[in-house]
């Protein structure tokens, strides 16, 4: 998520993750390739919106 300011995609993910733990934080690029250690825990990475992804 490209939004205005500091905020950026993962740092929103790990906002998310810190106020709602429980929630599943799906990431989706076709841009950026995210290292497992840049994301929340248990947060997965779809390099795109896949049939998969849609079932989670």
């Known amino acids: 998520i490209d939004m205005p300011g500091s905020m ?5 993910a790990f906002a998310v993750r810190d106020r709602w733990p ?11 390739r995210p ?3 840049d994301m929340p825990e248990n947060a997965h ?8 992804s849609r079932r989670r």
Do not use: C, N, Q
């Not at 950026?8 to 929103?12: A, D, I, N, P």
């Open 45 to 52: 990475f779809f390099p795109t919106v896949t049939p998969r």
């Open 8 to 12: 950026v995609g993962l740092k929103l």
């Open 35 to 37: 290292l497992a250690g």
């Open 22 to 32: 429980r929630l599943v934080i799906m990431i989706v690029s076709g841009h950026h």
